[in-house]
């Protein structure tokens, strides 16, 4: 039987805007190590994933690859440059995959915190089902607004699960999720939207309140914490 073969792609093409800092949020420093190397070492240390493409921005190619270098990423295959938009980097990724690949995972380059055990039940389900995405329950009441910020409804709570990364896909049903919405002009804010507009449907898996994104300060803060805990609990 053939060896399965695992992609993952990782967007860190994103300004920074909301962190309000000259440095790109990718390359911001936590506890003395750049946001995206405390990422990527998750997937360097998973046996599941056999390649990491690293997609960013046009202007900072050289300085990812000079990072890579330094920390020594020997699953770092390829560092690309992305689009506009997410959807865009994401689909330069895809591209680019190994042709031997059979899944994909997307995993957002400033979620540090993944689990490899979340990540590794994400990769097993999305080759049984064909998509998995990771996911908590929503603790607060959501509310849906209209652009006076008037509430319209109000949804129930246990239907609504806020969606990290990783997303992994059987690489077929992923290109034919961006092949429709390219040909159709519509942008998703995840891969999971343009697998659903396919009509097929996408498991989510329990993740943890811990696996968050940093966008803004607040956020790095928070990561700080996290990290100097799970620091600690090591010694």
């Known amino acids: 039987m053939e060896k399965r073969f695992c992609s993952a792609i990782i967007p860190a093409a994103g300004k920074g805007s909301r962190m309000g800092t000259a440095i790109k949020k990718q390359f911001l420093q936590l506890l003395g190590k750049e946001v995206i190397i405390h990422t990527l070492e998750r997937f360097e240390q998973c046996e599941a994933i056999d390649e990491i493409i690293v997609v960013t921005s046009g202007d900072m190619v050289d300085a990812m690859k000079a990072l890579l270098t330094k920390y020594g990423m020997k699953k770092v295959t390829q560092v690309i440059a992305g689009g506009k938009e997410r959807q865009d980097s994401v689909y330069q ?3 680019h995959v190994n042709e031997k690949a059979d899944v994909i ?6 979620r540090p915190f993944v689990q490899e ?9 999305a080759r049984e089902e064909g998509a998995c995405i990771l996911g908590v329950p929503v603790k607060d009441t ?3 607004c209209n652009k006076n910020q008037e509430v319209i409804s109000t ?3 246990k239907t609504l699960w806020a969606i990290q990364t990783p997303q992994v896909f059987r690489k077929d049903i992923l290109q034919k999720g961006y092949h429709k919405a390219y040909q159709e002009g519509f942008m998703g804010t995840d891969e999971a939207m343009l697998v659903e507009r396919l009509g097929i449907g996408v498991k989510v898996a329990t993740g943890s309140y811990d696996n968050i994104k940093i966008t803004t300060k607040e956020d790095l ?3 700080e914490a996290l990290l100097a805990r799970k620091q600690e609990g090591e010694k």
């Not at 055990?117 to 389900?125: C, P």
């Open 221 to 223: 803060f928070l990561a």
């Open 105 to 110: 995972v997307v995993h957002d380059g400033v």
């Open 93 to 95: 990724g895809l591209l």
């Open 117 to 125: 055990q979340d990540l590794i039940k994400t990769i097993e389900v």
């Open 155 to 157: 949804p129930a709570r």
């Open 142 to 144: 959501i509310k849906v």
